[in-house]
């Protein structure tokens, strides 16, 4: 059964540091890789996807890499500002189409 | 993009009562779509696997009988909660498949948050 784990599961930093998040699952068949992100309260917003045979993909200041082998993804997100504040979920796609999310990185971006 | 849309996307009720959840895939045919939902300060966790025209497939520990799931159609599926209690006051969210030429690709609706007083 396929599990998925953040680290760290907190996170506070101060505007305009750079920050990365880990993300680590434990079956390596996966279709795809996917990183959203959750403000209180509301629904996902999807940041970055990263097909299987991808090795990352970026997205204005956020870049996400992906090891299938080693079941290691890191979300690296450049000069961070108090609007990034936010969850940050990781989730993998199986084959079947279903998500598995982990548990989420809160992370507070301080002014 | 495409668009999935979750109605209501607020509800709250009295014990007992059984409350409809609606997912619709506004411009795309989609043949699969999930459930899931997400207690406070945790994650999101599958509840069903909707299949058009077929019946849900329910993940371990989800009661099929409480939680229905309907899929008539390629662009709505609902899930009715029976018989609501406190402990079922969650965030639904759904999620619609469809596949583009060769890729597959999902859409999340923005969640429907259920309270039962």
């Known amino acids: 059964k396929q599990e998925v784990t953040q680290i760290p599961a907190a996170l506070s930093v101060p505007e305009g540091e750079n920050l990365v998040l880990n993300c680590s699952f434990t079956?390596?068949?996966?279709?795809?890789l996917q990183w959203f992100r959750q403000d209180p309260g509301k629904g996902l917003t999807s940041l970055l996807l990263i097909q299987s045979s991808q090795r990352e993909q970026t997205s204005g200041r956020l870049n996400a890499s992906l090891d299938k082998s080693s079941g290691r993804s890191t979300l690296y997100i450049a000069a961070s500002q108090p609007g990034d504040s936010a969850t940050y979920l990781c989730?993998?796609?199986?084959?079947?189409?279903?998500?598995?999310f982990g548990p989420g990185t809160r992370l507070s971006v301080l002014p | 993009g495409a668009v999935v849309s979750q109605h209501p996307s607020w509800v709250i009720c009295k014990s007992g009562t059984s409350v409809k959840i609606e997912c619709r895939s506004l411009?795309?045919?989609?043949?699969?779509m999930f459930w899931y939902r997400q207690f406070p300060k945790q994650s999101l966790m599958l509840m069903a696997t909707s299949n058009e025209g077929s019946k849900a497939t329910y993940e371990q520990g989800v009661e099929k009988d409480k939680f229905l799931i309907n899929h008539a159609s390629l662009t709505l599926s609902t899930l009715t909660v029976t018989s609501a209690h406190p402990e079922d006051s969650s965030f639904y969210i759904c999620?619609?498949?469809?596949?583009?030429?060769?890729?597959?690709?999902?859409?999340f609706g923005p969640g429907t948050r259920l309270t039962v007083l």
């Open positions: 989730a993998v796609v199986n084959y079947g189409q279903n998500f598995v």
């Open positions: 411009d795309f045919q989609a043949t699969t």
């Open positions: 079956d390596s068949a996966i279709y795809n």
């Open positions: 999620s619609a498949h469809t596949r583009e030429r060769t890729t597959d690709t999902q859409y």
